[in-house]
């Protein structure tokens, strides 16, 4: 399978990237890392006209701390670039973890966090643990920006809010009380699979006590969904085995998982319980229910 022909531009700003797009009219995509753009291209799904990399700005990779905003990450810093910062180790190590546990190395080397939010995908790992983190997306149109909670960023499979001739250009993490976050997900092997089920959890918990709670799960409806009955039962009180059960219930119950080749929707909503007591787990520091500690 080859690529078919397209007109390639490498502007080096977000504001030229914004223009270029604009004039192409919708026939134009930006390309970033290319690991979910280029294999589409090949087997034909999408044709555009002309393809507008941002590798040539810069600033659209670094990962920084910024007091005042948060841990801001360029949308073209790769997954690897996450496994590795410094800021995310410190602050929000789940957000390492889980680019760690996508793809393969080769893949990780390229693949982007704006790439991986805006193709949209249900499984895709990352929007579930940034959702959970309270993350926003800055997008960038000709001549103005603006700032949208991830929560609302995704409209349906491989439809996000943001429209032709927008970037997005970063991705900010908040600063914020939560005293631990988790994300897990499960696969139908050890490594490189996509997610059948995902789930991620944020706390901020004195002990076994749950004051605030967020757990976001992915592939198991059209778009990442937060588990609002399951955080409603969690949030004030405290953790027992008990309780556990019936939140990992409630969180089966509030999805809409579709059955295929990786799973019925029965199995999924299964799954969805189970790996959302060992997502609770593991963000409150507990043995996470399969042995294991952390
Ligand atoms: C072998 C393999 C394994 C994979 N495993 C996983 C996995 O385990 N978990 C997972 O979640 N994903 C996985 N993926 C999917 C993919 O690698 C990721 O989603 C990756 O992060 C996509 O980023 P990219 O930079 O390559 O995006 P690209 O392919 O460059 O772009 C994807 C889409 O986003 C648009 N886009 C990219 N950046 C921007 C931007 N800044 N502003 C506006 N639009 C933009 C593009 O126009 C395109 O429509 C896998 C892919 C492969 C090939």
Redesign the pocket.
């Known amino acids: 399978m080859y690529l078919p022909d397209f007109d390639y531009y490498s502007p080096a700003t977000v504001h030229d990237a914004c223009l270029t797009l604009a004039r192409l009219e919708g026939g134009g995509?930006?390309?970033?890392?290319?690991?979910?753009?280029?294999?589409q291209m090949k087997n034909g799904t999408l044709a555009p006209t002309a393809l507008v990399s941002?590798k040539e700005i810069r600033e659209l990779g670094d990962i920084a701390y910024v007091p005042g905003r948060g841990v801001v990450i360029g949308?073209r810093a790769t997954?690897n670039g996450l496994v590795r910062s410094a800021a995310l180790q410190e602050r929000y190590p789940a957000v390492c973890e889980t680019a760690h546990g996508?793809?393969?190395n080769q893949?990780r080397n390229?693949?982007?966090i704006?790439?991986?939010l805006?193709?949209a995908?249900p499984s895709?790992?990352?929007p579930p643990i940034l959702i959970a983190l309270g993350a926003s997306v800055t997008v960038a149109a000709p001549g103005q920006t603006r700032s949208i909670p991830l929560e609302s960023f995704f409209v349906r499979p491989r439809c996000s809010v943001?429209a032709p001739d927008?970037?997005?250009t970063e991705v900010v993490i908040p600063d914020q009380a939560t005293t631990g976050s988790a994300y897990i997900k499960f696969g139908l092997r050890r490594s490189?699979a996509?997610a059948v089920v995902g789930v991620a959890v944020s706390v901020v918990a004195r002990g076994m006590h749950v004051d605030e709670v967020r757990i976001v799960l992915g592939a198991v409806s059209p778009t990442p969904v937060r588990a609002c009955e399951a955080e409603g039962l969690l949030k004030g009180n405290t953790v027992t085995e008990g309780l556990l059960e019936e939140v990992g219930r409630a969180a089966g119950q509030g999805c809409r998982p579709i059955t295929d080749i990786r799973g019925s929707d029965e199995y999924r909503r299964d799954m969805v319980a189970v790996f959302t007591r060992r997502a609770i787990r593991k963000a409150l520091g507990l043995a996470d229910g399969t042995g294991r500690s952390r």
């Open positions: 995509r930006v390309l970033a890392g290319g690991t979910d753009l280029l294999p941002l949308a997954q996508m793809a393969n893949v390229r693949g982007t704006g790439g991986n805006v193709s995908v895709a790992d990352l943001i927008q970037v997005v490189g996509l």
